[in-house]
């Protein structure tokens, strides 16, 4: 058994948290790669160490100096040398490096030392060899991931050292330089350490006990969700759950490798297993496996008595593609279609745009309709339900929830229903309420 246990931003914020970390290792030997982010927060007034790094590249760029921020940047690290007794020299490493910083220091570079100091750090305290992503973890030219190399480089390292951490959020370029990956990238750091090394878990230690059936902020102590596949995860956070950084998925999932969520402040409880699929589900399971939804959509319908849908709906699809805005979702009738848009996405380009799709369609009548919110239930086991959307309709009906438009997911994962933006987080507690029990 191995497994690669990637800790957040939150889980590395002080030297408690290191304890929790070290705990956590200790509790299972096959945790033999570990994957660090940056120190984060440590409640909620506090900053990000990545967050302070961007703040000093804008600095250095206007000419300001930002001597203040990296003195609170060292004495967080500093603070956590002393209090577990370590001996790396962040100190004069880091001191080291603020005399090279310069207006002209690639952001990237300096924003990567949250991630590398950290990880000395907590590689020293839990005894595991340090690997610095700029030697296991390479970009090509084109800015993507060279997947083979980095495949090679780190089962290499883990061969050679029997228990290693790397840093997340960066790797190197060819030419030698570092590159970050975007915000929340060491998600994606620690994917790709599982599927090189073959891992049979990859686990993703945060503070929150998995995900959770619904944002917390909307219904109250919401349900986590125990399991759920990768298919249901893409569309909860298409719908807007925040859960993974959306690359992270692709790695595992391709090497048929479980990802479980889990929270360093409560390690007993078991938190979310994604999975590729899940075969026999126990009927005590939930046949709604979680609840998302996005406000702010526009509805854009064109009316034509005897509608060519191929040939209208082509042309429709073309004029919205000039303007770069995609098609959330369409419902068509017998002579008219409706187009459900992000709206700041087309933002004041839905002006010419309706004049576009007049000129090309040719409608009897164009109508456009905003201040829309997409709310989605999805679940794996809604397929093999009769009967769930006219139960969910009724439910929403019930109370007071004007339904402006229906859309069903071709795969049957997921019903997603349009309301007005007003009524967005009754209808989440509606169907909350309703199903998830
Ligand atoms: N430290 C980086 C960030 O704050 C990467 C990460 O934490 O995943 O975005």
């Given at each position: 058994m191995l497994k690669v246990a990637k800790f957040g931003g939150s889980s590395v914020a002080g030297p408690e948290q290191f304890q929790k970390v070290k705990a956590i290792i200790e509790a299972d030997p096959s945790r033999r790669v570990v994957v660090s982010s940056a120190a984060g927060k440590r409640d909620a007034a506090d900053h990000k160490l990545t967050d302070l790094l961007y703040l000093c590249h804008a600095h250095l760029t206007y000419g300001v100096p930002c001597d203040d921020i990296m003195e609170t940047i060292l004495r967080r690290f500093?603070?956590?040398?002393?209090?577990?007794?370590?001996?790396?020299?962040?100190?004069?490493?880091?001191?080291?490096?603020?005399?090279?910083?310069?207006?002209?220091?690639?952001?990237?570079?300096?924003?990567?030392?949250?991630?590398?100091?950290?990880?000395?750090?907590?590689?020293?305290?839990?005894?595991?060899?340090?690997?610095?992503?700029?030697?296991?973890?390479?970009?090509?030219?084109?800015?993507?991931?060279d997947r083979e190399k980095t495949d090679q480089a780190i089962l290499a390292a883990l061969k050679a050292n029997g228990s290693i951490l790397i840093p997340g959020f960066y790797g190197r370029l060819p030419?030698?330089?570092?590159?970050?990956?975007?915000?929340?990238?060491?998600?994606?750091?620690?994917?790709?350490?599982?599927?090189?090394?073959?891992?049979?878990?990859?686990?993703?230690?945060?503070?929150?006990?998995?995900?959770?059936?619904?944002?917390?902020?909307?219904?109250?102590?919401?349900?986590?969700?125990?399991?759920?596949?990768?298919?249901?995860?893409?569309?909860?956070a298409f719908m807007g759950a925040s859960v993974l950084h959306e690359d992270s998925i692709q790695p595992v999932k391709e090497r048929g490798i479980a990802l479980n969520i889990r929270n360093t402040n409560r390690p007993e409880d078991p938190g979310t297993m994604i999975v590729e699929s899940i075969e026999a589900d126990s009927s005590s399971e939930r046949f709604i496996t979680g609840i998302a939804g996005r406000r702010n959509f526009t509805i854009l319908t064109l009316r034509k008595r005897n509608l060519n849908a191929n040939q209208t709906l082509g042309r429709a699809l073309e004029v919205l593609d000039r303007y770069k805005t995609p098609v959330e979702h369409i419902t068509l009738g017998l002579d008219s279609f409706a187009l459900v848009l992000s709206t700041a996405t087309l933002g004041d380009g839905i002006y010419d745009a309706v004049a576009d799709l007049?000129?090309?369609?040719?409608?009897?009548?164009?109508?456009?309709?905003?201040?829309?919110?997409?709310?989605?239930?999805?679940?794996?086991?809604?397929?093999?339900?009769?009967?769930?959307?006219?139960?969910?309709?009724?439910?929403?009906?019930?109370?007071?929830?004007?339904?402006?438009?229906?859309?069903?997911?071709?795969?049957?994962?997921?019903?997603?229903?349009?309301?007005?933006?007003?009524?967005?987080?009754?209808?989440?507690?509606?169907?909350?309420?309703?199903?998830?029990g």
């Open positions: 500093v603070e956590i040398k002393e209090a577990l007794g370590l001996r790396y020299d962040v100190e004069g490493e880091l001191r080291a490096f603020m005399a090279r910083m310069n207006k002209d220091m690639p952001v990237d570079e300096l924003v990567s030392r949250g991630e590398y100091f950290t990880s000395r750090l907590l590689a020293e305290y839990l005894g595991f060899t340090f690997v610095d992503a700029a030697s296991c973890v390479f970009f090509g030219l084109d800015g993507q991931v030419t030698g330089r570092i590159k970050v990956m975007s915000r929340g990238g060491s998600d994606i750091s620690g994917a790709l350490a599982a599927a090189a090394v073959g891992a049979d878990v990859y686990e993703n230690w945060t503070d929150v006990s998995g995900i959770l059936m619904a944002d917390p902020r909307i219904v109250k102590d919401p349900a986590p969700i125990s399991r759920i596949t990768y298919a249901e995860l893409r569309e909860l007049r000129s090309a369609c040719r409608p009897d009548d164009v109508d456009v309709q905003d201040g829309i919110a997409l709310v989605a239930a999805v679940g794996r086991k809604m397929t093999s339900r009769p009967g769930i959307s006219g139960r969910l309709f009724r439910a929403l009906g019930e109370n007071g929830v004007n339904i402006r438009t229906i859309a069903q997911g071709a795969d049957e994962l997921s019903i997603i229903v349009g309301v007005e933006n007003e009524q967005f987080e009754t209808a989440i507690r509606v169907m909350y309420d309703g199903f998830a």
